[in-house]
């Protein structure tokens, strides 16, 4: 957009060997802010932020707000936005998202709609 500034998003460090992975299990409604340290699997539905050093959103995931995160993996469905360093698509993901990456994969089947940008 013409006239406005480039905002900086940092992401998480990647996560640590011995990190414990928190689970959002297929039944859970989150509607705020999740913030991890370690891994995190949503199974469930999010309304709002996810921030990890690595998110997978499963087959059964929904996040509708933003993910932020060193590694992200999409096997379900995202609307809204998506920072990461690395990025991976299943074949079975619906995106609906604005994604900032450095690298991103994309398997054959995913669906993707939304401006894409690759960090510097």
């Known amino acids: 957009m013409a006239g406005s ?3 900086t998003v940092h992401l998480p460090e990647p996560a640590k060997a011995n990190a414990k992975r928190s689970v959002l299990a297929p039944d859970l409604v ?3 802010e999740i913030t991890s340290l370690g ?3 949503v199974r469930g539905i999010v309304t709002g932020q996810v ?3 690595e998110i997978l959103i499963a087959p059964t995931g929904t996040i509708s707000g933003s993910a932020t995160a060193h590694d992200l993996a999409i096997q379900g469905q995202i609307t809204g936005t998506i ?3 690395n990025v991976m698509l299943s074949s079975g993901a619906i995106v609906r998202a604005d994604v900032t990456h450095e690298r991103i994969a994309i398997e054959a ?3 993707l709609e ?3 940008k690759r960090r510097r």
Request: net charge negative; aromatic share 0%; glycine share 14%.
């Open 5 to 7: 500034a480039a905002v």
């Open 109 to 111: 089947g995913a669906q």
């Open 51 to 53: 921030r990890a050093p």
């Open 114 to 116: 939304g401006q894409m």
């Open 39 to 41: 891994p995190v699997d």
């Open 30 to 32: 989150v509607d705020g």
């Open 83 to 85: 920072n990461a360093q």
